[in-house]
């Protein structure tokens, strides 16, 4: 007999599935536990899972298991990636998933991931947010924006200075198709993410003070989101501690 379940690729994705599974309710034990200790509610906490360099297969199962929130850093990969996702889930109408933009980003691919994206969370110069306010417009869409700050003022990896965050926030909060939603960083390499993170939180409470929508934290990833729970953080991105390693030539 030659069923579905004969079939060894099937099996492998079963196997896939019920590894995610796991990996997916260990990550949310961490946060709620991490919020307990925090003394914060999980319902506060938004789960970004980044499913950068792994199939749109993985994607689907994760939203089987009622992940809505993906987070990727390739232009061309993430919208290739996102059209065959929602082409099977059929949007839209069907179950809405909101995909998060979080790499570097040249300003020429700006207009493509306007077209797709539904948050860019690392947009860290004026450039940057002209172009992507012109996709927008162009794809008639909104976009949430969130300012990427550089923590210890090295910024070849990305990222805003604090000194010029400010600033930057005022032309998001005047473009016309963008919403200022708040902040992202991630912990410089070496830091202690506790200092890291307080840092960032400092610097949320300035923007949200001038833009109360702003409420934004994205911080914290597969090895430091306790400390980001401990400081505010309402956005946590986690790929490793989902999905595994990625292959480390790319
Ligand atoms: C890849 C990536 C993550 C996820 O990191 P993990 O350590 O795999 O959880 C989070 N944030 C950004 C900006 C990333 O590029």
Known sequence: MTGLRDDPSDERGDERAQQLRAALSAVRERIAR???????????????VVTKYFPA????????????DFGENRDQEAGEKFAEVR???????????????????????ASHVAAYADVVQSVDRVKLVRALDRGAHQA????????????????SRGGVTVEQVDDLAETVAGAERLTLRGVMAVAPLGADPDAAFARLREVADGIRARHPGAGWVSAGMSGDLEAALRHGATHLRVGTAILGSRPSLL
């Open 87 to 109: 082409r099977v889930l059929g949007e839209p109408g069907g179950d809405p998933l909101t995909l998060h933009f979080i790499g570097q980003l040249q300003t020429n691919k």
């Open 34 to 48: 991490g919020c307990e200790l925090a003394g914060r509610d999980p319902d506060e906490v938004t789960l970004v």
């Open 57 to 68: 297969a993985d994607v689907l199962s994760l939203h089987e298991l009622g992940v809505r």
């Open 140 to 155: 008639d869409r909104r976009l949430d924006v969130l300012l990427q700050v550089s923590l210890d003022g090295d910024t």
